[in-house]
T-cell receptor
Framework: AQSVAQPEDQVNVAEGNPLTVKCTYSVSGNPYLFWYVQYPNRGLQFLLKYITGDNLVKGSYGFEAEFNKSQTSFHLKKPSALVSDSALYFC????????????FGTGTRLQVFP | KAGVTQTPRYLIKTRGQQVTLSCSPI?????VSWYQQTPGQGLQFLFE???????NKGNFPGRFSGRQFSNSRSEMNVSTLELGDSALYLC?????????????????FGPGTRLTVL
């Protein structure tokens, strides 16, 4: 079965500093990986996805993610954090060839301090 | 292009009642998936509909059901509500579903319906 893990419940970073939100995955075939962000009382907003190709994927709001096959990771990054980036971030993997469901991690709360 | 819309946004019900939630996908999207989000269980997949047919189902009891209409709009019904059904219910739409190449499709989420069961 495919799964995704987000090892940190919360990440704290100062505004202007780089941020990383970690995600590792377990799949039996090729991974289809996604990052979503959720602001308070809102639904999930799509940030970026990795299907194939370049290991560095660029997404919305200046976010990017690096796919690392050997480490089975798909960490979300941003060079310079903004206070407005404070939100709940979810990594997800598509359960290809099994149920095709989108399986979400438990989420990481990002807190950016002024 | 308008995003995914869900109605109502907030709902308060009592135990034993039933509830129907509605989701209108992005124009042109034919797949609609439903998720339940709770603090304890996180995001859990409920079911997915494509072309009026249920294609995938999560591990939820039969009290949870859904349907999709010919215009791709979808409804979710929960009967005999329990306190544990209190959650944010999210709907997501994508272009062509989840099979084959469509598995790479991005799911776009609505704002959710906050259901409170008293």
């Amino acid at each position: 079965a495919q799964s995704v893990a987000q090892p940190e419940d919360q990440v704290n970073v100062a505004e202007g500093n780089p941020l990383t939100v970690k995600c590792t995955y377990s799949v039996s075939g090729n991974p289809y990986l996604f990052w979503y962000v959720q602001y308070p009382n809102r639904g999930l907003q799509f940030l970026l996805k990795y299907i194939t190709g370049d290991n560095l994927v660029k997404g919305s709001y200046g976010f990017e993610a690096e796919f690392n096959k050997s480490q089975t990771s798909f960490h979300l990054k941003k060079p310079s954090a903004l206070v407005s980036d404070s939100a709940l971030y979810f990594c997800a993997v598509r359960d290809i060839g099994n149920t095709d469901k989108l399986i979400f991690g438990t989420g990481t709360r990002l807190q950016v301090f002024p | 292009k308008a995003g995914v819309t869900q109605t109502p946004r907030y709902l308060i019900k009592t135990r034993g009642q039933q509830v129907t939630l509605s989701c209108s996908p992005i124009s042109g999207h034919r797949s609609v998936s439903w998720y339940q989000q709770t603090p304890g269980q996180g995001l859990q997949f409920l079911f997915e509909y494509f072309s009026e047919t249920q294609r995938n189902k999560g591990n939820f009891p039969g009290r949870f059901s859904g349907r999709q209409f010919s215009n791709s709009r979808s409804e979710m019904n929960v009967s005999t509500l329990e306190l544990g059904d209190s959650a944010l219910y999210l709907c997501a739409s994508s272009l062509a579903g989840t099979s084959g190449r469509a598995s790479t499709d991005t799911q776009y989420f609505g704002p959710g319906t906050r259901l409170t069961v008293l």
